[in-house]
């Protein structure tokens, strides 16, 4: 009998079955959040289906983080009704301005190796980088959760994606994702999960890792999850092998409107530019605002009609920017600090892109409208190489502004 | 389970199904159902006939997990969605709402096509227009057990609990 992947040994764990590619099995969940973009309505599922008490309310966290701060009394309501269901029922709640709930999981070590942590919002897969199994479910699952703490899940094959070298100078993280979604495709890794492999990946900085397994849902995957307490057998089987050589990779930009149109930086210099956002659970932790302050720096500043909006992915990133100054570095700079949280990623809050505009962002979507306005042109970029937009109201080449 | 085709391209995603925008207003589905596919073809939601079939192309419900994208065609009256390939968020909330995904090549079918789903001996597409049957994936025994109920609310309601896939094997 040949070896198991990272997700098999995991999902048989957790199913109490020896799990293979293909199988379906129901497993007991180790923790699960739900934000005010999913919850209200799996507390609607919850209740249709005769819930009364919570099965495990110690392993549920709810944050209020794509309406934060509130943008209307509609939203303003929804997270009173969670604030009230969590407390009766004993369960924790992320307040507004704590931050993205997928930031929170991992700095709160509630995503935990070899765990398998699901949350109700797709971008769940980020703790995917801590080695648990995670991935994003729908409202109706996280009422089931509620119900009974099990969840049903397809056992997925793995494709492995093995990194060698090291990165050169202004290429990042979310260079290395861009590349793989234009490998692999938008749905190249669907039904699927993404194993991160090789001598890179586990030298990789945590932060990095983040980004790569927050992008693995831009490629459809189920997952995208390293090495560390649980490590695949010598001999598991994987539906595809990819291997990327990091000291190969450019800097590289995603083009309106998929996340793999993905281009290298040459071929999208010159584009103009109206608005920068520096933010998400791709790219909001604290090393991403530092890698952009430094680049704005080198490059002089913002350029005149470029707004530039900042959205730490936490508090504490907030406070780590606040403590080593990188935040009257911003102020300085012009830039508009929202609070932690979704902010503009997905337009539920925050500043709004106008009719025309193009943004350059660090976030990990770019459909037409995401931002909250369907006539706006959103672009992908690692955090360098959207300051250097920043910088020179184009997109430019981060590169030539060695910091 | 027959209906009239209408087609859609690959990679629609979640947000073009139904936008954020729309979801922040209202979770009803007989609200939302009046938006759906706004962003790609305004004239699309008054268009629903009952019975409707949606028929689309790779990587169908990308993007977002959330739910109204699928409980929003469920409150327009469309029962299936066929399509080449479906992001798995969007397949599995399907399931969890009595919504049939259909995984089978679907390139063939034109807008306005008669379908029949067929589930005997196993899952398929009948194109009435060009007699095609198309083979489609099989659905392992629990999520036709979901699917049966009428999703997972029917499905909790009557179980309390996931019960054993195999004991629910037809």
């Given amino acids: 009998m040949p070896g198991q992947t990272i997700s098999e040994k995991i999902l048989s764990a957790k199913s109490g079955r020896h799990a293979r590619a293909g199988d379906v099995v129901v497993c007991r969940v180790d923790g699960a959040l739900g934000t005010d973009g999913s919850t209200p309505m799996a507390l609607d ?171 693995a849902v831009e490629m459809g995957a189920k997952n995208g999850i390293f090495p560390g307490l649980i490590e695949a057998d010598a001999d598991a089987r994987y539906a595809r092998e990819v291997f990327i050589a990091l000291h190969e990779l450019v800097p590289r930009v995603a083009l309106p409107h998929q996340v793999d149109r993905v281009v290298e930086i040459g071929r999208a210099l010159g584009t103009p530019v109206q608005m920068v956002y520096l933010g998400t659970c791709t790219g909001g932790r604290a090393s991403d605002f530092h890698q952009a302050r430094d680049i704005l720096k080198a490059g002089g500043g913002v350029a005149r009609g470029v707004q530039l909006v900042v959205t730490p992915a936490s508090r504490a990133v907030l406070e780590t920017l606040a403590r080593d100054g990188t935040l009257a570095d911003f102020i300085a700079l012009g830039a508009v600090i929202g609070a932690p949280g979704c902010g503009s990623c997905c337009g539920t809050c925050g500043a709004i892109p106008g009719d025309g505009v193009n943004v350059i962002s660090t976030a990990n979507r770019n459909f037409q409208g995401r931002m909250g306005n369907s006539a706006a042109s959103i672009y992908l970029a690692s955090p360098v190489t959207c300051a250097a937009a920043a910088v020179r109201g184009a997109i430019a080449d981060p590169r030539e502004i060695a910091p | 389970m027959t209906g009239r085709a209408r087609v859609f391209g690959d990679d629609i995603n979640t947000d073009y199904i139904i936008t954020s925008r729309r979801k922040r207003e209202s979770l009803d589905p007989q609200v939302l159902r009046h938006y759906l596919f706004e962003e790609i073809n305004p004239c699309f939601a008054a268009s629903i006939a009952p019975g409707d079939l949606i028929v689309a192309g790779r990587n169908f419900g990308c993007g977002s997990a959330m739910e109204v994208a699928v409980t929003a065609v469920v409150g327009a009256g469309i029962r299936a969605v066929v399509a080449r390939s479906f992001a798995r968020t969007y397949y599995r909330n399907a399931v969890n709402n009595g919504l049939l995904p259909v995984v089978c090549d679907s390139s063939g079918i034109r807008e306005g096509d008669p379908l029949t789903v067929l589930r005997a001996p196993s899952l398929a597409v009948h194109n009435e227009r060009s007699g095609e049957i198309l083979a489609a994936d099989s659905l392992p025994a629990i999520m036709w057990a979901i699917i049966d109920a009428g999703g997972l609310v029917p499905y909790f309601q009557k179980h309390g609990d996931f019960v054993d896939a195999r004991e629910t094997k037809e």
């Fill in chain 1, 45 to 215: 599922y919850f209740e249709a289906m005769g819930g009364s008490g919570v099965h495990d309310p110690g392993r549920v966290a709810f944050a209020l983080d794509h309406y934060a701060p509130a943008p209307s009394r509609h939203t303003a309501q929804l997270h009173q009704r969670m604030r009230t269901f969590a407390a009766r029922h004993g369960i924790l709640v992320w307040e507004v301005g704590e931050g993205i709930g997928h930031q929170l999981m991992v700095e709160s070590g509630r995503a935990m190796p070899g765990g398998l942590v699901v949350g109700a919002d797709s971008h769940s897969v980020t703790y995917g980088a801590v080695n648990c199994f995670a991935t994003g479910i729908g409202s109706s699952d996280l009422a089931a959760i509620l119900m009974c703490g099990k969840i049903w899940l397809k056992v997925p094959p793995s494709i492995r994606v093995t990194l060698s070298g090291a990165l050169p100078r202004g290429v990042f993280a979310k260079d290395i994702a861009l590349a793989l979604a234009a490998e692999l495709g938008a749905d190249g890794a669907a039904y699927q999960a993404i194993e991160f492999a090789g001598p890179a990946a586990a030298r990789l900085p945590f932060d990095d890792r983040l980004v790569l397994s927050n992008l």
